[in-house]
C-alpha cells in the first residue's frame, strides 16, 4: 500500500495476555519506529529500527516490551503479560534514512495506530 | 520530565483569524522541530519542519517561527479554516531528526465559523 499499515485496528485483550501488533512500513523506507499514545498524553517514543537492527530501545517501559523486525520491512510488537497501564494507542512510523548529525529532514509518516485495551 | 511541553490543551479561533500554537522545549541538544496535525482516528500526518540553523519557515497558509534563546517555537496558520480543526503536537529531535522523536501533549485546536 501507499502509506504504513498497521493490524490490527483495535485489540481488546485479557490482564496476563500476551499480545502482538504489526506494522508493514511504506516501501523503501529503512527506519521505523514505534510509538504508543495513552490517554490526554502525547506520543511516546518507544524503538527505532534502522534496517533490522535496533540502535536504540531506551523508550521500551518494561522487559515485558519487545520488538522486531524482519527482512528490513515488517515489524511485531509485542507485550507480554499485558497489565491495565499498557492500554493505549500503539502508532508505528517509518522514514527514508538521512546521515545522522546532518541538520536535514527526516519526516515520519505515521500508520493509522493499534488501539490496545487490557481488561 | 517533559522535554516538550505544549501547555494550552486546546484554543479556539473564528474561521479566518490566525492560529497561534505553541511549544516550549527544555533540551539544548534538539536541532529540528516537526508539527503533525491530527485527526480522531487517524495517525499523525506531518505538517511543517524547521531546523535549528533557521528561526522561520514558511508553506503556504502555515509559518513556523523558532526562538532558540527562548527554547520556544510557535506555529501560524492564516487564514484558519474549518478544515484546520485537529489536535496539533509539535515534536523535537536531535542529531537531524534521525533518531525517535519527541512529542508535546498537543493543542486541540477548533475553528468555530
Known amino acids: 500500500g501507499a502509506g504504513v499499515s498497521q493490524s490490527p485496528s483495535n485489540k481488546v485483550t485479557e490482564k496476563g495476555k500476551d499480545v502482538e501488533l504489526r506494522c508493514d512500513p511504506i516501501s523503501g523506507h529503512t527506519a521505523l519506529y514505534w510509538y504508543r499514545q495513552s490517554l490526554g498524553q502525547g506520543l511516546e517514543f518507544l524503538i527505532y529500527f534502522q534496517g533490522n537492527s535496533a540502535p536504540d530501545k531506551s523508550g521500551l517501559p518494561s522487559d515485558r516490551f519487545s520488538a522486531e523486525r524482519t527482512g528490513g520491512s515488517v515489524s511485531t510488537l509485542t507485550i507480554q503479560r499485558t497489565q491495565q497501564e499498557d492500554s493505549a494507542v500503539y502508532l508505528c512510523?517509518?522514514?527514508?534514512?538521512?546521515?545522522?548529525?546532518?541538520?536535514?529532514?527526516?519526516?515520519?509518516?505515521f500508520g493509522a495506530g493499534t488501539r490496545l485495551s487490557v481488561l | 520530565d517533559q522535554q516538550v511541553k505544549q501547555n494550552s490543551p486546546s484554543l479556539s479561533v473564528q474561521e479566518g483569524r490566525i492560529s497561534i500554537l505553541n511549544c516550549d522545549y527544555t533540551?539544548?541538544?534538539?536541532?529540528?522541530f516537526l508539527w503533525y496535525k491530527k485527526y480522531p482516528a487517524e495517525g499523525p500526518t506531518f505538517l511543517i519542519s524547521i531546523s535549528s540553523i533557521k528561526d522561520k519557515n514558511e508553506d503556504g497558509r502555515f509559518t513556523v517561527f523558532l526562538n532558540k534563546s527562548a527554547k520556544h517555537l510557535s506555529l501560524h496558520i492564516v487564514p484558519s479554516q474549518p478544515g484546520d480543526s485537529a489536535v496539533y503536537f509539535c515534536?523535537?529531535?536531535?542529531?537531524?531528526?534521525?533518531?525517535?522523536?519527541?512529542f508535546g501533549k498537543g493543542t486541540h485546536l477548533i475553528i468555530q465559523p
Open positions: 512510523a517509518s522514514s527514508t534514512p538521512r546521515d545522522r548529525g546532518s541538520i536535514a529532514k527526516n519526516i515520519q509518516y
Open positions: 515534536a523535537a529531535a536531535s542529531g537531524g531528526g534521525a533518531d525517535g522523536l519527541t
Open positions: 533540551n539544548s541538544m534538539f536541532d529540528y
